[in-house]
Structures are given as structure tokens and as C-alpha cells.
């Protein structure tokens, strides 16, 4: 019943975060990705204390195998702190060097963008992504990490244990059964 939750509330945000990117709602498209990684990473780590170490681990160990993210596991974090937090592209990461993402969608080129970059000599600073690409490497990523998990007795205790913490939902007609249950329990 636990990983019915996970799997549930999974397949909302990756429907919203479809919903945002058809529809050009990039920023929330995005803060709804980021956040995403940050809570399957948390999946992956038994400690609770480094959330930054967690997203980067999992996103080098999970993500980052597509060849056509062509950027680094910090830059991606440092893109999601700025998203997260203020709905900007600037974090203190970013403002100690870190390069910001500039992002492509739908029928835009990544490779025009990269070109960009390169001619106004932004590559210092900037570093290209597609949405669709970074949302792909997120799905296979998420998907090869859950196989994994499936493969190890002690890694699905683990996930089991954490599945235990997601949202669960109740119809309308469950809780209306529920309160007519403990009224027949009081009555008694």
C-alpha cells in the first residue's frame, strides 16, 4: 500500500510537470522537476542532514548518464536552489562561479543555443540544457534508480521505509465510510 502512495503522487507531478512544459509554464515546469530530483534523491540517502550531497550523488549516479546533458551535477543543483528558492536562475552557488543553465524547449534547438553561448562567450557563465532532455534523463533516471533499488533486500526495506512518508489520498466516499464506522464504534 506505501509504494501505491509513491507511485501515485509520482505520476501526478510527472503529469504537471508534462502539463507545464506543453503549455510554456517553464518556471513551474522546472520548480516541479527540481524538487522532483530533490525528493527521489532523498529516496536514495539513509542521512536526512545533507540534502545538497544527496541531489548531486543521485543526480551523477542516475541522471547525468544521458550524453546530452551536457552539464555538471553542481550546476544543476545550483540552478535548482535559485529556482526553488526565488524563482531565479541566481544562487549562491552561481555566485561564486558556478555556471547558470540556460534552457531551450520545445522546437528550439539546444545546439542554436550552445552556438549562441559560444559566440558571445558565455560559456564561462552559461552552460545550455533542453527542458524536454533534462525532464528524460529525470524519468530514466528515476526509473533505472527504482530497478536498482528493487535489486537489493536492504535498499527496498529502505524505499518501503521512506514510501511510508508520501501523501496518501482518501475519496469522499472512504472518509464518509470512516466516520460511519467510528459512529457505529461509539454508539457500541
Avoid at 533486500?153 to 472518509?175: G, N, Q, W, Y
Amino acid at each position: 500500500m506505501t509504494q501505491q502512495n509513491f507511485y501515485a503522487n509520482y505520476l501526478q507531478v510527472l503529469q504537471a510537470i508534462e502539463h507545464c512544459e506543453n503549455n510554456n509554464l517553464l518556471t513551474p515546469a522546472l520548480v516541479l522537476l527540481y524538487s522532483s530530483i530533490d525528493s527521489v534523491s532523498w529516496l536514495a540517502t539513509s542521512s536526512t542532514k545533507e540534502s545538497g550531497k544527496a541531489f548531486k550523488t543521485w543526480v551523477t549516479d542516475w541522471m547525468l548518464k544521458t550524453p546530452t546533458i551536457k552539464c555538471t551535477a553542481d550546476e544543476l543543483y545550483a540552478a535548482r536552489c535559485g529556482l526553488v528558492h526565488t524563482l531565479t536562475p541566481t544562487s549562491s552557488q552561481t555566485q561564486k562561479g558556478t555556471r547558470k543553465i540556460a534552457y531551450s524547449w520545445g522546437t528550439a534547438s539546444n545546439e542554436q543555443l550552445e552556438e549562441l553561448i559560444q559566440r558571445t562567450g558565455s560559456n564561462q557563465k552559461l552552460v545550455s540544457v533542453h527542458l524536454s532532455e533534462l525532464i528524460q534523463a529525470f524519468r530514466i533516471g528515476m526509473a533505472d534508480y527504482l530497478n536498482y533499488a528493487s535489486e537489493d533486500p536492504l535498499r527496498m526495506e529502505a524505499f518501503e521505509e521512506k514510501c511510508k512518508e508520501h501523501f496518501a489520498t482518501l475519496s469522499i466516499d472512504r472518509v464518509d465510510q470512516a466516520v460511519n464506522l467510528m459512529g457505529q464504534l461509539d454508539r457500541k
